[in-house]
C-alpha cells in the first residue's frame, strides 16, 4: 500500500484541515511532515470549530494513528494545550523523536529579527519556525527525544546561551533561568514522553502491513524554501516530496497526491501576489471567506484564482487532482476573473517567472452565479459554477477531482 499525500497548491491557508479530516475517516494513520504551529487547519464538524497547529487532522477519527513526523519543529507548550482538547490520545499520537524543538527562546529571536528589518520584514507569524529550522541547519538544535532528559537538555540549552552571548545581547534577550528552564522542561518532559517514539519505523511498519496513510503537510507550495516566493517563503520544503524527507519514507512510496486550493486566493504577510485586488471583491473574499488567519488571526490577501500559479504548483508536486475549497465563497460575485497568464516587461507568458513581483496578471472573466451552497453533487451547481471549473482544469491540465460548497464536511462533491 502507498501513501497518499494532500498538499497546499497556493500560499497557504487553502482549506488542508476540512479535506484531510474528511479523508482521514478512511486512513488507517494520517502523518504530519513538516513546519510547525505557525500552520492553522481549521475544521468544522456539526457546527463545532476545531482549530489544529500541530496534531494531524485526523485526530477527529478515533480509528486513525496519528504522527508528527521528524521533518515538524515543535512547540511542546503549543503541542501540550492543542493536546488538551482531546482525550484518551495514548495509541493515538506519536510524535518523533528526531523531530526538532521550538523553544520560546525561538520566537524572540523571530520577533527581535523581524523588528530589525523594518519596512523589509518577511512577514513571519512570530512563531520561531524560521529560527527552529536554522538551528536544525547550522547543527545546534535540540531533538523532541532530548526531553526524555529534561536536565541534561538544560544544560545544553544553557551552554548554546553562553555560546552565543554576543547575538542574543544585540537581539535583547537574556538567558534563561537555569532552575526556571529546567521545571518548564521536566513539565514538557511528563506530559509528552510518553508520545515520543521512533515514527519512522512506525511509518515503515504501516507500509508493510498495507495500512491506508495519509500524509499532511503545512503551509502551501508557493510558500516553499526553494521552489517559492523566496525570501517571502516559510522555512520548510511544502511540497509532496518534502514529504518524504519530513517521514523518512522514499519517493516510490507515494500513491495519489491531491493538491488542495481555494476557488480564489490568499496571502499572509509580505511578497508577490499577482492576482491580489485591493478593491470591493477583494474585500468582499476576505469578509464571505472569514480570511483571518487561524494562528495569528492577521487578516489575509485576497484575490482571484491564479491559475497559472496552480499550474506550476501541481507540476512540482505531482498532483492527480485538485480539491477546489470555499466555492461558495464567490456566490453572489457578478463578474468572477480567473488569472490564465502574466505580462511580464510586455511579454505574455504561460509560467511562474522566477522574480514573480514582475508579473501583472492577465484575466479572463467568467459570469458569477447566485449560490453553490450545500450542494453535493457535480450536476447539482450552476452553469456558470461548472465554467469556472472547466477553465481551472483547461489551464492548469488537472482535473478537479473534490469540491467544497461551504465549511461542514459532508458539503463536498467528489467527481469519479
Not at 508528527?68 to 510524535?95: A, C, D, H, T, W
Not at 538551528?135 to 532528559?149: P, S
Not at 515520543?196 to 502551501?220: C, F, H, P, R, S
Request: hydrophobic share 35%.
Amino acid at each position: 500500500m502507498k501513501a497518499d499525500v494532500i498538499v497546499g497548491i497556493q500560499w497557504g491557508d487553502e482549506g488542508k484541515g476540512k479535506i484531510v479530516d474528511m479523508l482521514a475517516q478512511k486512513y488507517d494513520v494520517v502523518c504530519r511532515s513538516q513546519g510547525g504551529h505557525n500552520a492553522g487547519h481549521t475544521i468544522w464538524v456539526d457546527g463545532v470549530r476545531y482549530a489544529l497547529h500541530l496534531v494531524p487532522s485526523g485526530i477527529l477519527n478515533p480509528k486513525a494513528v496519528n504522527i508528527i513526523g521528524n521533518g515538524v519543529v515543535l512547540s511542546p507548550e503549543s503541542i501540550i494545550k492543542e493536546m488538551s482538547q482531546f482525550e484518551n490520545l495514548e495509541g493515538r499520537l506519536y510524535i518523533s523523536d528526531k523531530a526538532h524543538l521550538n523553544l520560546p527562546y525561538h520566537a524572540l529571536i523571530d520577533q527581535a529579527k523581524e523588528r530589525l528589518k523594518g519596512d523589509k520584514a518577511i512577514g513571519t507569524t512570530g512563531k520561531g519556525i524560521g529560527p527552529s529550522y536554522s538551528d536544525k541547519i547550522n547543527r545546534v538544535g535540540f531533538r523532541v527525544g532530548e526531553l526524555v532528559n529534561p536536565s541534561n537538555l538544560c544544560d545544553k540549552i544553557i551552554e548554546y546561551f553562553e555560546q552565543n552571548r554576543a547575538i542574543f545581547d544585540v537581539l535583547a534577550i537574556e538567558t534563561p533561568n537555569k532552575e526556571a528552564l529546567l521545571e518548564e522542561l521536566s513539565a514538557y518532559s511528563e506530559k509528552l514522553t510518553p508520545f515520543i517514539t521512533n515514527t519512522t519505523n512506525m511509518v515503515w511498519k504501516a507500509l508493510d502491513e498495507n495500512k491506508k496513510i495519509l500524509l499532511e503537510g503545512a503551509q502551501g507550495t508557493m510558500l516553499d524554501i526553494d521552489h517559492g516566493t523566496y525570501p517571502y517563503v516559510t522555512s520548510s520544503s511544502t511540497v509532496s516530496a518534502g514529504a518524504c524527507t519530513g517521514l523518512g519514507i522514499n519517493p516510490k512510496d507515494i500513491g495519489i497526491v491531491t493538491g488542495i486550493t481555494k476557488a480564489y486566493c490568499t496571502r499572509v504577510g509580505n511578497g508577490p501576489f499577482p492576482s491580489e485586488d485591493f478593491g470591493v471583491d477583494g474585500d468582499t473574499m476576505a469578509s464571505v471567506g472569514k480570511e483571518f488567519g487561524t494562528t495569528t488571526g492577521r487578516k489575509r490577501r485576497c484575490g482571484w484564482f491564479d491559475a497559472v500559479a496552480v499550474k506550476h504548483a501541481s507540476r512540482l508536486n505531482g498532483c492527480d487532482q485538485l480539491a477546489l475549497m470555499k466555492l461558495d465563497v464567490l456566490d453572489g460575485f457578478k463578474t468572477i476573473k480567473v488569472c490564465v497568464a502574466y505580462e511580464v516587461n510586455g511579454e505574455i507568458i504561460n509560467y511562474v517567472p522566477t522574480h514573480l513581483e514582475e508579473a501583472k496578471a492577465v484575466y479572463k472573466e467568467i459570469a458569477g452565479w447566485e449560490s453553490v451552497v450545500g450542494i453535493r453533487e457535480f450536476e447539482q451547481l450552476p452553469q456558470n459554477a461548472k465554467e469556472y471549473i472547466k477553465t481551472i482544469e483547461e489551464v492548469t491540465g488537472v482535473k478537479v477531482g473534490i469540491i467544497s460548497t461551504s465549511p461542514e464536511r459532508a458539503d463536498t462533491i467528489i467527481r469519479g
